[in-house]
């Protein structure tokens, strides 16, 4: 988790190392240019030349943040969005793109990207920025879909996420032929405990 906090500046990982950023452009000259922007400020930087690398390269060195110049979500009448930004949704993505292509580039914000940045038209302090706040935006996205699936006090699955869980071995159970085992967990007398240990207590029993 990196540390977004307003006075942590400049961004770093848990253990004071820098972020890693992965620069995706099949230009030289450009990717260049984001390298050095990006090393100025202390960053780690890798290097792809295309989607396809960029998802290769992204697991092996994990970057933080990824800078994507849209023009490579160009993959032959297949679906760019899904192809790429769904393989590398998970991790923050500024996307490069040229001036007529705005569009395009706000229905890829729906599509996992966080910043867009306009080609030819952006300094180090705007793409320093737009990094960051990326990082910050897929954090807080993910702080959010925690929340709305696992319990805050035991970090146990709610029963949201349990029951689609449940649905889905349903029906691979279906498919399949085999069976599925339920097994459900009651605690007697819980009432009696937080009404005389109090509810303190309660939630460390509960943990446990």
Not at 33 to 50: F, N
Not at 61 to 84: K, S
């Amino acid at each position: 988790m990196i540390r977004t906090d307003a006075t942590a500046a400049p961004l770093t990982r848990p253990d004071g190392t820098p972020i890693r950023i992965l620069a995706v452009d099949d230009e030289s000259s450009l990717t260049e240019l984001l390298s050095m922007a990006m090393r100025y400020e202390g960053w780690q930087v890798s290097t792809a030349a295309s989607g396809g690398q960029a998802v290769k390269v992204a697991r092996e060195t994990r970057p933080d943040a990824i800078v994507l110049d849209m023009d490579l979500l160009d993959t032959h009448g297949l679906d760019p969005f899904e192809q790429i930004l769904g393989s590398l949704a998970r991790m923050p993505i500024v996307l490069l793109t040229p001036a007529d292509s705005e569009a395009m580039a706000s229905k890829a914000l729906s599509h996992g990207a966080q910043e867009y940045l306009i080609k030819g038209q952006w300094r180090s302090e705007q793409l320093k920025r737009s990094v960051e706040h990326a990082i910050k935006r897929k954090h807080a996205e993910q702080n959010l879909s925690y929340l709305a699936q696992y319990d805050y006090l035991t970090a146990l699955a709610n029963r949201s996420l349990f029951r689609d869980r449940l649905a889905h071995a349903m029906a691979r159970s279906k498919r399949s032929g085999r069976k599925i085992a339920l097994m459900r967990l009651g605690l007697d007398s819980f009432k009696e405990v937080n009404s005389s240990l109090g509810q303190d207590k309660g939630d460390v029993l509960l943990k446990m």
